[in-house]
C-alpha cells in the first residue's frame, strides 16, 4: 500500500519524507488555508514546493465548480510541475472534466467520494485515484471502511486502472484496516503514519536492550 500525508505543511512533508515511507502528498482547500496559503501565485509557488520536497505524486485541488473554471484551472495546475494530479469533486461537471483530463492526458484525483455510484462513475470517467472519506462516513455514524470494501470489489470485478486513495484517514487502525482490505493507498496525518511504529514492548524491550549491553560492557 502506497502512503500518501495528507497536509500542506511543508515541514511535516519533509519529515514523512525523511522515514523513506513517503509515496506522495494530497492537499484540499481547507489544508491549504489552515498553512495560511492564499492567493493565486502563493497557491501555485506552495504546489511546487511540495512537488519538490516529494518524489511521488501531489494532489492539487480545483475551486471552481462548473466545467470550464474546473478545465481552465486544472490545465493550470498540472503543468506547474509533472507530479500534479487534479483533485476534483464527484459532481456532474466533476465527472465531465474527470473525462476531458483523461482524454487530454492530465491524471485526476475524484474526491469527496462518499458512495460505491460516485466511485465508479469516476472509474468509467478515466479517473487516475478516487478518494473516499473514511473518517468524514465514520463521523456521521456511517462506516467509511465499508464504503473501500465495496470499490474494491467494484473495481477487481471489471478491472478499473483508477486507484483507490482512502482519505481521511484519522488514525493508525483505519490504517491497517486500509491495508487488509486492499486500498491502494492511503492519506492521512503524520500523527497516524508514526503511530503504527507505537508499541510499548518496542520501547521496553530496547530499553532492557540497551540496559544489558551497558552492563556487559561494565
Ligand atoms: O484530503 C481530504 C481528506 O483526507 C480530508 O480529511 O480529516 O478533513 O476528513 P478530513
Avoid at 509515496?23 to 506552495?46: F, R
Avoid at 473518517?135 to 478491472?159: A, F, P, T, W
Avoid at 532492557?208 to 561494565?218: I, Y
Wanted: glycine share 8%.
Amino acid at each position: 500500500m502506497k502512503f500518501f500525508i495528507d497536509t500542506a505543511n511543508l515541514e511535516q512533508i519533509r519529515e514523512a519524507q525523511s522515514l523513506g515511507v513517503l509515496d506522495g502528498v494530497t492537499t484540499n482547500p481547507s489544508l491549504m488555508a489552515k498553512e495560511g496559503i492564499s492567493g493565486d501565485a502563493a497557491v501555485k509557488s506552495h504546489y511546487v514546493a511540495i512537488c519538490e520536497i516529494v518524489e511521488g505524486d501531489v494532489s492539487a485541488e480545483v475551486i471552481s465548480t462548473d466545467f470550464d473554471g474546473m478545465i481552465s484551472e486544472g490545465r493550470i495546475l498540472a503543468d506547474l510541475h509533472a507530479n500534479i494530479v487534479v483533485k476534483v469533486p464527484a459532481t456532474a461537471d466533476g465527472i465531465r472534466a474527470i473525462r476531458w483530463f483523461t482524454d487530454n492526458g492530465i491524471r485526476t484525483n475524484c474526491t469527496l467520494i462518499f458512495s460505491a455510484g460516485q466511485a465508479l462513475l469516476a472509474a468509467k470517467a478515466g479517473a487516475s485515484y478516487v478518494s473516499p472519506f473514511v473518517g468524514r462516513l465514520d463521523d456521521i455514524s456511517s462506516d467509511g471502511l465499508q464504503l473501500i470494501e465495496k470499490i474494491r470489489v467494484i473495481y477487481d470485478n471489471y478491472d478499473y486502472g483508477t486507484e483507490i486513495l482512502a482519505a481521511s484517514v484519522r488514525h493508525t487502525m483505519h490504517i491497517i484496516e486500509c491495508a487488509e482490505i486492499g486500498a491502494d493507498i492511503m492519506t492521512g496525518p503524520l500523527s497516524a503514519i508514526k503511530g503504527l511504529l507505537k508499541h510499548p514492548l518496542t520501547d521496553s524491550g530496547l530499553a532492557q536492550f540497551l540496559a544489558d549491553h551497558a552492563k556487559a560492557k561494565g
